[in-house]
């Protein structure tokens, strides 16, 4: 899956960054510049034990991603990214839950978490119907142009969870 990094890379630029991210809702543009990740950022986090991407593929072509870290009971998640043309159609959704059931299944998490920009509320709405909760613990954006460029003051971070459990339990 190394081989994918640049693939990977270049879906969630397209879903989060740039013109090409207006033509979906998960648009980021109008409040950060530059990049979301690059292929050494998803490079890395291949390589990472306990981290992996769950890919969907559509006519031999990446459509969609979603990243995994395992942290103890819990499983962060992030750079869930749709291609821009087919948002809004369930991918989004169906590639949640196969995250949540693959961090269950492989890690026996407990937990769920993840961080959204404050600015973006209609995302935040999705997850919480999707049953995450908002913690009220926020985070900064971080000062690294690697990440993205600010183009509003008080960008920042609030972490959502949502309690997960195994059909065992």
């Known amino acids: 899956m190394l ?4 693939k990977i890379a270049e879906l969630v630029n397209s879903a989060y960054r740039g013109e090409s991210s207006k033509l979906g809702w998960t648009t980021e543009a109008d409040l950060l510049g530059g990049q979301r990740t690059d292929i050494a950022e998803v490079s890395a986090l291949l390589n990472r034990a ?3 991407f769950i890919l969907c593929e559509k006519e031999g072509g990446l459509v969609a991603s979603v990243h995994l870290e395992r942290c103890g009971e819990e499983a962060l998640l992030g750079m869930l990214a749709v291609k821009p ?3 809004g159609k369930g991918l989004g959704k169906r590639l949640l839950l196969e995250a949540e059931r693959k961090a269950i299944e492989s890690w026996g ?3 769920m978490r993840m ?3 404050t600015f973006r509320q209609e995302l935040i709405e999705y997850y919480q119907r999707r049953g995450y909760v908002r913690t009220g613990r926020f985070e900064a954006f ?12 008080g960008l920042r971070f609030e972490w959502l969870e949502k309690a997960v459990r195994n059909r065992s339990d």
């Open 3 to 6: 081989g994918d990094a640049g």
């Open 85 to 87: 043309g087919l948002q």
């Open 109 to 111: 998490a407990r937990r």
């Open 115 to 117: 961080a959204v920009l």
């Open 50 to 52: 306990d981290s992996l």
């Open 142 to 153: 971080p000062e690294d142009p690697r990440l993205g460029i600010p183009k509003v003051n």
